[in-house]
């Protein structure tokens, strides 16, 4: 069975950081891309950033130049470090792996971890 869990999130006041990280089980997801979306109350879900097998990244303009995703394949795991962090960056973080293959889309998400920015 697929399983991903986050783990970093909590209350942090702005300007500081904070990493998130995913742990991924049950399939080897090195052929995944891996990345990381957010959700406040009331809105959709929102792509923060990805990263391909190949380690291309990509990440939201909001975030550019403050957040870095990361991947480890070796331990199935993908990184999220957050720095300069700002209120509106409050929302509850999930981490997803994304595979097509033959016309089959793998599709996994996290349960999410809260991430609160705030003095």
């Known amino acids: 069975q697929v399983q991903l869990v986050e783990s970093g999130g909590g209350l942090v006041q702005p300007g500081g950081s904070l990493r998130l990280s995913c742990a991924a089980s049950?399939?080897?997801?090195?052929?995944?891309?891996l990345g990381w979306y957010r959700q406040v109350p009331g809105k959709q879900r929102e792509l923060v950033a990805t990263?391909?097998?190949?380690?291309?990244?990509n990440y939201a303009d909001s975030v550019k130049g403050r957040f870095t995703v990361s991947r480890d394949n070796a331990k199935n795991m993908v990184f999220l470090q957050m720095d300069s962090l700002k209120p509106e960056d409050t929302a509850v973080y999930y981490c997803?792996?994304?595979?097509?293959?033959?016309?089959?889309?793998?599709?996994?998400w996290g349960q999410g971890t809260q991430v609160t920015v705030s003095s």
């Open positions: 997803n792996a994304y595979h097509s293959v033959l016309s089959s889309d793998y599709d996994y």
């Open positions: 990263i391909t097998a190949g380690k291309s990244k």
């Open positions: 049950g399939s080897s997801f090195t052929f995944y891309v």
